[in-house]
């Protein structure tokens, strides 16, 4: 077992299993990957897992390699490089901020034909042809019209998650709750420095939170993901390594029909929440669970 033979292993099975979902080259493709999922398969070979150890970076940068030899000029590579900890820093580079959601989205944003926008916790990297979005700002809010979640229908982004769940990695439900309204949710606006292109700048940015009062309630993220299998909109390959697509449109208008019949929907157990804004010369809200 050496470098080669697993690089080959990993080209082998991602351009077989993207066919095999129809994922086309001119497609933009959203991605949603845990790195360590490809290599389940060497679990026994302890050869094989030494040098993958050893090598983390390099197999990332390969397994994106793939993906942008694969891709035309017409289609186009999208990844979160969230940085939940600015809301702590108070500080966002947008060239050296760390990503927080894995290796694959750190390599990522690393890579030399890779775009950032400029939101300080939830922006989002391309390369290709939605890099032109990327330029226009980010928008204070996290979505929403202004951000780059509002182009995802336009360019009909199909959603690619490898080795996780789609209920466990697709950050786009909560673009359609801040577009349809949900009743547990609220932007909160944090004060951060900003370092783009050499210059830095006192701004605010607006993060989606839960109310601390449903930090207890369980979320049920698995209910989107059930309806779009029970309709036959999402496709999957389970076996070696876990595959998933499914197109923005799907879940886009699924998503809406749910919050359109209950705002409460993705709150497991949890029937409605009611405000009480009786305290409004306060500045509070009270909520309550029932």
Do not use: W
């Not at 060497?42 to 891709?71: E, M, R």
């Not at 939101?119 to 951000?147: D, P």
């Not at 029909?257 to 809200?285: A, C, E, Y």
């Amino acid at each position: 077992m050496n470098k080669d033979k697993i690089q080959k292993d990993l080209k082998k099975l991602i351009i077989k299993n993207l066919k095999i979902l129809d994922i086309r080259p001119q497609d933009h493709l959203y991605l949603s990957i845990n790195m360590g999922s490809f290599f389940l398969n060497y679990i026994d070979n302890q050869d094989a897992i030494s040098i993958i150890n050893k090598n983390k970076i390099f197999f990332t940068k390969y397994v994106l390699k793939i993906f942008k030899n694969y891709i035309s000029k017409d289609g186009s590579l999208i990844c979160a490089s969230f940085s939940y900890s600015t809301k702590k820093t108070m500080f966002f580079d947008i060239k050296k901020t760390r990503s927080e959601v894995g290796i694959f989205s750190q390599v990522f944003l690393e890579d030399k034909s890779s775009l950032r926008s400029d939101h300080s916790m939830h922006s989002i990297s391309a390369i290709g042809k939605f890099k032109k979005i990327l330029k226009e700002s980010h928008g204070i809010f996290s979505f929403g019209i202004n951000s780059p979640f509002e182009s995802f229908l336009k360019f009909n982004v199909k959603f690619v998650h490898i080795g996780v769940p789609f209920h466990k990695a697709c950050t786009y439900i909560h673009h359609v709750q801040h577009l349809a309204g949900c009743n547990f949710r609220f932007y909160k606006s944090f004060k951060v420095k900003k370092k783009i292109e050499n210059k830095i700048t006192n701004t605010y940015d607006y993060n989606f939170l839960r109310f601390k009062i449903l930090g207890n309630e369980s979320i049920e993220e698995f209910l989107l993901e059930n309806v779009l299998s029970k309709k036959k909109l999402i496709k999957y390959i389970k076996k070696p390594v876990f595959f998933s697509v499914v197109d923005c449109d799907s879940v886009y208008k699924e998503t809406k029909k749910l919050l359109k019949k209950n705002p409460s929907t993705f709150i497991r157990g949890s029937k409605k929440v009611i405000f009480n804004d009786n305290f409004k010369n306060k500045n509070l809200i009270r909520l309550k669970v029932i």
